[in-house]
T-cell receptor, first 112, second 111 residues
Framework: DQQVKQNSPSLSVQEGRISILNCDYT??????FLWYKKYPAEGPTFLIS???IKDKNEDGRFTVFLNKSAKHLSLHIVPSQPGDSAVYFC???????????WGAGTKLIIKP | SQTIHQWPATLVQPVGSPLSLECTVE??????LYWYRQAAGRGLQLLFY??????ISSEVPQNLSASRPQDRQFILSSKKLLLSDSGFYLC??????????FGPGTRLTVL
């Protein structure tokens, strides 16, 4: 049972344009959502997070939007840069424990 | 600042051999510690987590075990490796239920 889904395995975006990565979830008991970036053969790096009581959080070029009614969140990267090429993971935390539930990841490719 | 170390970076082991992967965290006290595995083309699967010395919670029944002999040390072990144990193993830490921060990972290949 995949509680966190990233339906796009890959996404290709022109440098300078906006990258939008999507994530859907099924469990209404998630209270916190996170985005991580991962390069090959490295550990994931925390990017940005959002609490379930908010609908937007912004940090520099990165903005995360949460739509609780649709059980959907998205990560916007503006403008996209070549160094943004990586796999992006969405993760969600249950309000009752420490566990993070992870999506399968989306590979973002920024074209020059 | 906090840092997390994992070793070795890569490991090739024969089927049936033992395993010991080590993770240490510096610059913090009483962190929560986690072991994850990432299979090729898939997301991260939580294997074990620990909220204190000697306290281990297992999320997936399998051929692996974990131990936390010291506050900032987390060890992943196996007595006999299986082919299916191959993957990318990641250690992470957090303070309470906050963001998790990951080590560089260990690529394990079981032949």
């Amino acid at each position: 049972d995949q509680q966190v889904k990233q339906n796009s395995p890959s996404l290709s975006v022109q440098e300078g344009r906006i990258s939008i990565l999507n994530c859907d979830y099924t469990n209404s008991m998630f209270d916190y959502f996170l985005w991580y970036k991962k390069y090959p053969a490295e550990g994931p790096t925390f990017l940005i997070s959002i609490s379930s009581i908010k609908d937007k959080n912004e940090d520099g070029r990165f903005t995360v939007f949460l739509n609780k009614s649709a059980k959907h969140l998205s990560l916007h990267i503006v403008p996209s840069q070549p160094g943004d090429s990586a796999v992006y993971f969405c993760a969600a935390r249950l309000d009752s424990n420490y566990q993070l539930i992870w999506g399968a990841g989306t590979k973002l490719i920024i074209k020059p | 600042s906090q840092t997390i170390h994992q070793w070795p970076a890569t490991l090739v082991q024969p089927v049936g051999s033992p395993l010991s992967l080590e993770c240490t965290v510096e610059g913090t006290s009483n962190p929560n510690l986690y072991w994850y595995r990432q299979a090729a083309g898939r997301g991260l699967q939580l294997l074990f987590y620990s909220v204190g010395i000697g306290q281990i919670s297992s999320e997936v029944p399998q051929n692996l075990s974990a131990s936390r002999p010291q506050d900032r040390q987390f060890i992943l072990s196996s007595k006999k490796l299986l082919l299916s144990d191959s993957g990318f193993y990641l250690c992470a830490w957090s303070m309470g239920r906050g963001e998790q921060f990951f080590g560089p990972g260990t690529r394990l290949t079981v032949l």
